[in-house]
Nanobody, 122 residues
Framework: VQLQASGGGLVQAGDSLRLSCAASGRTFSSYAWGWFRQAPGKEREFVAA????????YYADSVKGRCTISRDNAKNTVHLQMNSLKPEDTAIYYC????????????????WGKGTLVTVSS
């Protein structure tokens, strides 16, 4: 089982990025997906999550209104559209798949990707 995150890069404040995460090795249609991030010198934190049925989405207060999480079960992928990026969004972004019972909790996620770096310059 492998999760591969992509779409990171160096952008300026106010720009947008769309992160993607592709899963292989099994079907994740019955799993919840989440995005977490870790900035230099800080602990990994929750960013966004989406339930397996796409009914529910969850966002950290820091990104609410600027980010949208979506999933494509047919392609076994999840996306994170990030708009109005700020320098404080600079971090490695990780995608993960889990049960969805506690979407904000890292230990609810059983599968993790290696991350993609997002750098936002001021």
């Amino acid at each position: 089982v492998q999760l591969q995150a992509s779409g990171g890069g160096l952008v300026q404040a106010g720009d947008s990025l769309r992160l993607s995460c592709a899963a292989s090795g099994r079907t994740f249609s019955s799993y919840a997906w989440g995005w977490f991030r870790q900035a230099p010198g800080k602990e990994r934190e929750f960013v966004a999550a989406i339930s397996w049925g796409t009914v529910n989405t969850y966002y950290a207060d820091s990104v609410k209104g600027r980010c949208t999480i979506s999933r494509d079960n047919a392609k076994n992928t999840v996306h994170l559209q990030m708009n109005s990026l700020k320098p404080e969004d600079t971090a490695i972004y990780y995608c993960a798949a889990g049960s969805g019972s506690r979407p904000y909790a890292m230990n609810d996620y059983h599968y993790w990707g290696k991350g993609t770096l997002v750098t936002v310059s001021s």
